[in-house]
């Protein structure tokens, strides 16, 4: 798996794909951060980062699979994945080596915006007013999400050969598991579940975590969902229907 | 008494498994209601090259991804060194080097990143040295630095031979190993697949009969997914009452009128 992994990983980093990406994913949060007057933190008053948690995971729906997509998908285009599979190597294996570089890359991504953090830290009315636990919390909860999408994206990116094909459906899948279930759940015939549908969403986990308050319920919840995807993947992968 | 003797019988048992390198049997793919490889059966033995033939669409390269583990199988049975392809197929993957048809490699990875990696998924020892010794080996010497993608079709297909011995394994199979070539890097591809050739178990498959005549011992020719001769090349020849391969080839295959 580890042979896998470095692969993936200087793959994307050869490349430009995770430089453009990143760095594109980076601009756009300081914009909605520091200069569009809606999201501004500065605007805001308060010492608070609560729309960089809010923002970023609309982010990450595109962000991620931009990144995922190629992890199969080129694979299987160009007919190398049968270089990959015909190794002494389990289908976990490859599959949990590409999730964990994809993975890898969506946190070098979110770790330059350690950086918010600190000028909010600095620019406190009172130095340091602001609730570090519920950053931190929200850090987790960032990180459960993004690892949720890549679940997902990889996923995807197992069902076709092309990479637009696969980015359109990580797309769709990870709106819809983030916040499809909620808006599900105000259909008025549909009020009867809504507190399951509520539940079965990424978001309600989301913000529960958000609030500082790790719960066991919610962790289960994110590894059951990213359990779950790669297990399909490599269900769809050990087909080998293509 | 019994007891020694069925000692005896599982050690001839497994013998009988080592000098046969690939053994299958009634082997078949079916795609839907299509058969892509109908109920075939032959055998490799070490030291010996098998010339795979049959027209486009026979199912060589279908039987070759069975062999690989790539793809699973519809029925029937095969083993390679002994390890059943379903049941342990990670042991097939481990002894055997194969070369897929079209050659497909990671264009991205420069040359001697691609064959550590290689190398790195069988966890070689010594594995510098190994890379050297397969790149002096296939002639890549003087590509070695440059990207996959920016070689010419001689040399990754050298690239395509280098990533499939690197482990040095037992069985080598080979799909199209010299489709493009020009007839210099011919020469020397088929010259490696015969030193290659001395001490493993080669399988490969071509539409050059001449190549055929060139390097293989033995030949299975088939057609619509079943085998239509399966002998050594003079047993065929003689069979046949012909001097080359080609109109026999042609015979066995041909779309009857």
Same mark, same amino acid.
């Given at each position: 798996?580890?042979?896998i992994?470095?692969?993936?990983?200087?793959?994307?980093l050869?490349?430009?794909?995770?430089?453009?990406? &990143?760095?594109?994913f980076?601009?756009?949060? $300081? +914009?909605? %951060?520091?200069? =569009?007057?809606?999201?501004?933190? *500065?605007? @805001?008053?308060?010492?608070?980062?609560?729309?960089?948690?809010?923002?970023?995971?609309?982010?990450?729906?595109?962000?991620i699979?931009?990144?995922?997509?190629?992890?199969?998908?080129?694979?299987k285009?160009?007919?190398?994945?049968?270089?990959?599979?015909?190794?002494?190597?389990?289908?976990?294996? &490859?599959?949990?080596g590409?999730?964990?570089? $994809? +993975?890898? %890359?969506?946190? =070098?991504?979110?770790?330059p915006? *350690?950086? @918010?953090?600190?000028?909010?830290?600095?620019?406190?009315?009172?130095?340091?007013?602001?609730?570090?636990?519920?950053?931190?919390?929200?850090?987790?909860?960032?990180?459960?999400?993004?690892?949720?999408?890549?679940?997902?994206?990889?996923?995807?990116?197992s069902?076709t050969?092309?990479?637009?094909?696969?980015?359109?459906?990580?797309?769709?899948? $990870?709106f819809?598991?983030?916040?499809?279930?909620?808006?599900?759940?105000?259909?008025?015939s549909?009020?009867?579940?809504?507190?399951?549908?509520?539940?079965?969403?990424?978001?309600?986990?989301?913000?529960?975590i958000?609030?500082?308050?790790?719960?066991?319920?919610?962790?289960?919840?994110?590894?059951?969902?990213?359990?779950?995807?790669?297990?399909?993947?490599?269900?769809v992968?050990?087909g080998?229907?293509? | 008494?019994?007891?020694?003797?069925?000692?005896?019988?599982?050690f001839?048992?497994?013998?009988?498994?080592?000098?046969?390198?690939?053994?299958?049997?009634a082997?078949?793919?079916?795609?839907?209601?299509?058969?892509?490889?109908?109920?075939?059966s032959?055998?490799?033995?070490?030291?010996?090259?098998?010339?795979?033939?049959?027209?486009?669409g026979?199912?060589?390269?279908?039987?070759?991804?069975?062999?690989?583990?790539?793809?699973?199988?519809?029925?029937?049975?095969a083993?390679?060194?002994?390890?059943?392809?379903?049941e342990?197929?990670?042991?097939?993957?481990?002894?055997?080097?194969?070369?897929?048809?079209?050659?497909?490699l990671?264009?991205?990875?420069?040359?001697?990143?691609?064959?550590?990696?290689i190398?790195?998924?069988?966890?070689?020892?010594?594995l510098?040295?190994?890379?050297?010794?397969?790149?002096?080996?296939?002639?890549?010497?003087?590509?070695?630095?440059?990207?996959?993608?920016?070689l010419?079709?001689?040399?990754?297909?050298?690239?395509?031979?280098a990533?499939?011995?690197?482990?040095?394994?037992?069985?080598?199979?080979?799909?199209?190993?010299?489709?493009?070539?020009?007839?210099?890097?011919?020469?020397?591809?088929?010259?490696?697949?015969?030193?290659?050739?001395?001490?493993?178990?080669?399988?490969?498959s071509?539409?050059?009969m001449?190549?055929?005549?060139?390097?293989?011992?033995?030949?299975?020719?088939?057609?619509?997914?079943?085998?239509?001769?399966?002998?050594?090349?003079?047993?065929?020849?003689?069979?046949?009452?012909?001097?080359?391969?080609e109109?026999?080839?042609?015979?066995?295959t041909?779309?009857?009128?």
């Open positions: 798996m580890l042979t992994f470095k692969k993936e990983l200087f793959a994307y050869n490349s430009l794909v995770a430089y453009i990406t &990143i760095g594109v980076l601009l756009v949060l $300081s +914009l909605f %951060l520091w200069v =569009f007057p809606d999201t501004s933190l *500065l605007d @805001y008053g308060y010492a608070s980062l609560d729309s960089l948690f809010s923002t970023v995971p609309y982010l990450f729906m595109f962000l699979p931009a990144i995922t997509m190629r992890t199969f998908a080129e694979e285009k160009e007919g190398t994945f049968e270089l990959l599979a015909t190794r002494p190597l389990t289908d976990w294996q &490859i599959v949990l590409k999730y964990f570089a $994809s +993975l890898t %890359l969506v946190l =070098f991504a979110l770790l915006t *350690l950086v @918010y953090y600190i000028s909010v830290y600095q620019l406190g009315a009172i130095k340091g007013n602001i609730d570090s636990g519920a950053v931190i919390g929200s850090y987790i909860g960032l990180f459960l999400l993004g690892a949720t999408f890549v679940a997902i994206g990889v996923f995807s990116s069902l050969k092309n990479q637009i094909i696969a980015f359109t459906i990580a797309v769709f899948l $990870s819809f598991a983030f916040s499809g279930f909620d808006s599900m759940s105000q259909i008025l549909l009020q009867k579940f809504d507190s399951v549908l509520i539940n079965l969403g990424i978001n309600e986990h989301y913000q529960s958000s609030r500082g308050l790790l719960d066991s319920r919610d962790l289960i919840y994110f590894l059951s969902v990213i359990a779950l995807f790669l297990l399909v993947t490599k269900t992968l050990g080998r229907k293509w | 008494m019994g007891g020694l003797l069925i000692k005896m019988y599982s001839g048992f497994k013998f009988n498994k080592q000098v046969l390198s690939i053994s299958v049997k082997l078949s793919k079916n795609y839907g209601s299509q058969k892509a490889v109908d109920e075939i032959f055998e490799a033995k070490p030291g010996k090259i098998l010339g795979f033939l049959g027209p486009n026979a199912g060589k390269s279908t039987t070759m991804k069975m062999l690989t583990s790539f793809i699973p199988k519809t029925a029937g049975s083993q390679v060194c002994g390890f059943d392809i379903t342990e197929s990670l042991e097939v993957r481990r002894n055997i080097g194969y070369l897929p048809e079209n050659n497909p990671y264009t991205d990875m420069y040359v001697k990143e691609f064959l550590y990696f190398g790195d998924v069988y966890h070689l020892r010594n510098k040295s190994r890379v050297e010794e397969v790149i002096k080996l296939t002639g890549l010497e003087k590509e070695q630095h440059k990207k996959i993608g920016a010419s079709k001689g040399y990754k297909q050298r690239v395509g031979l990533q499939a011995i690197i482990h040095d394994p037992k069985v080598l199979i080979l799909d199209e190993p010299t489709s493009g070539l020009d007839p210099n890097q011919l020469i020397e591809i088929r010259a490696l697949i015969k030193e290659l050739g001395k001490t493993k178990t080669v399988v490969l071509t539409h050059i001449q190549e055929v005549e060139a390097i293989c011992d033995e030949i299975v020719i088939i057609n619509k997914g079943k085998i239509v001769a399966s002998d050594t090349l003079s047993g065929l020849l003689e069979k046949h009452q012909e001097s080359t391969l109109p026999i080839f042609v015979k066995l041909k779309e009857p009128n």
